[in-house]
T-cell receptor, first 116, second 115 residues
């Protein structure tokens, strides 16, 4: 079974600085996808960034980027120029490729606090 | 404004009550999902519906009964729940459940408390 581990229950960062959230996963599959979701106090889960395992290039979305280390099964999220609106719970998630019908395995989450 | 709407936002029910959670998506998606988010636990997939057909039941107890009358609406009928069922129940939808190019869109969830 696949597992996703976020070892940092809480992180904090000063506004405008950079923070990195860690995620490791375990799988025997070769075709899979990795995601970071953000859950603000509104409770709605919002997709931040997605990485296909077959792509060697790290995904980036504006201030958000990932460091995908396939051999180490590591998938960290870097937030640059942190903003107050980035404060939220962040979840790392894994999805197997093929006909897995949208099943995602989530990590336990990391609460990110942004200090002004 | 979210494309996935869940009602009610909060629900308190006794263990002998029967209630239903409602989810509606306005995105024209073909698949809908129920996830459970308990305190200090990862999100757990409960059910998946693809074109109104249930394609996944992740060993969910029968006191949770899903219903998907069409691709836009999803219900979760609750009866004789236990206090440990208290959680945030999240509904999500996606265009194509077999493609991760169509990411999940989530609603704001229903916070359920079982007394």
């Amino acid at each position: 079974a696949q597992t996703v581990t976020q070892s940092q229950p809480e992180m904090s960062v000063q506004e405008a600085e950079t923070v990195t959230l860690s995620c490791t996963y375990d799988t025997s599959e070769s075709d899979y996808y990795l995601f970071w979701y953000k859950q603000p106090p509104s409770r709605q889960m919002i997709l931040v960034i997605r990485q296909e395992a077959y792509k060697q290039q790290n995904a980036t979305e504006n201030r958000f980027s990932v460091n995908f280390q396939k051999a180490a099964k590591s998938f960290s999220l870097k937030i640059s120029d942190s903003q107050l609106g980035d404060a939220a719970m962040y979840f790392c998630a894994y999805g197997a490729g093929g006909t897995s019908y949208g099943k995602l395995t989530f990590g336990q989450g990391t609460i990110l606090t942004v200090h002004p | 404004e979210t494309g996935v709407t869940q009602t009610p936002r909060h629900l308190v029910m006794g263990m002998t009550n029967k209630k239903s959670l409602k989810c509606e998506q306005h995105l024209g998606h073909n698949a809908m999902y129920w996830y459970k988010q308990s305190a200090k636990k990862p999100l757990e997939l409960m059910f998946v519906y693809n074109f109104k057909e249930q394609t996944e039941n992740n060993s969910v107890p029968s006191r949770f009964s899903p219903e998907c009358p069409n691709s836009s609406h999803l219900f979760l009928h609750l009866h004789t729940l236990q206090p440990e069922d208290s959680a945030l129940y999240l509904c999500a939808s996606s265009q194509d459940p077999r493609s991760y190019n169509s990411p999940l869109h989530f609603g704001n969830g229903t916070r359920l408390t079982v007394t």
